[in-house]
Structure formats: structure tokens, C-alpha cells
């Protein structure tokens, strides 16, 4: 079944199942948290190392390694260390 989620104004399409990381990175996006100047995205891929920390529907801290994607979703950049 196919979802979509919002990252900023663009409409994501993804697949039933994937995780909000997979859905980013199929979509072509590598970083989508700022850290001090850096850029970061997935690291450990296995829900460690919290690289990949988004805000997903207002709610701060979202690994998205490890959160599968819903329909609807909405996702923000985040910009802390
Ligand atoms: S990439 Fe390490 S916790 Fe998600």
C-alpha cells in the first residue's frame, strides 16, 4: 500500500511498512538534522546512536530509524545538537 508524509512543503511518497528514514533516504534525502553546522541523518541505522532524530507530527526526538512511516505523517527539520 502506498503512504505519504510531508517533510516541510513536500509531499513524500513511500511504501506501507518502511520507516520514516527509509521513506527519506528513497526519496533522496541523506541529513535532515542540524548539529552544530553539521548535517546529519542515518549513522547506525539500528535506533543507537540518535543521529537520526526528526520531529514527526510536532513531537521532538523521533528516531527515524526506527519509526515506521505513516500516511499523513508530517515531518520538521530539526536543529540541535
Ligand atoms: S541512525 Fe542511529 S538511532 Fe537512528
Do not use: Y
Not at 43 to 64: L, P, S
Amino acid at each position: 500500500m502506498s503512504i505519504s508524509i510531508r517533510f516541510g512543503e513536500v509531499e513524500l511518497p513511500g511504501r506501507d511498512g518502511q520507516t520514516i528514514a527509509g521513506v527519506l533516504m528513497a526519496n533522496g534525502h541523506r541529513t535532515w538534522r542540524d548539529a552544530q553546522g553539521s548535517e546529519r541523518g542515518i549513522f547506525c541505522g539500528i535506533g543507537i546512536c540518535q543521529d537520526c532524530v526528526i520531529t514527526v507530527n510536532g513531537v521532538e526526538g523521533v528516531r527515524a530509524c526506527q519509526r515506521a512511516a505513516c500516511d499523513g505523517d508530517v515531518l520538521e527539520r530539526e536543529a540541535r545538537a
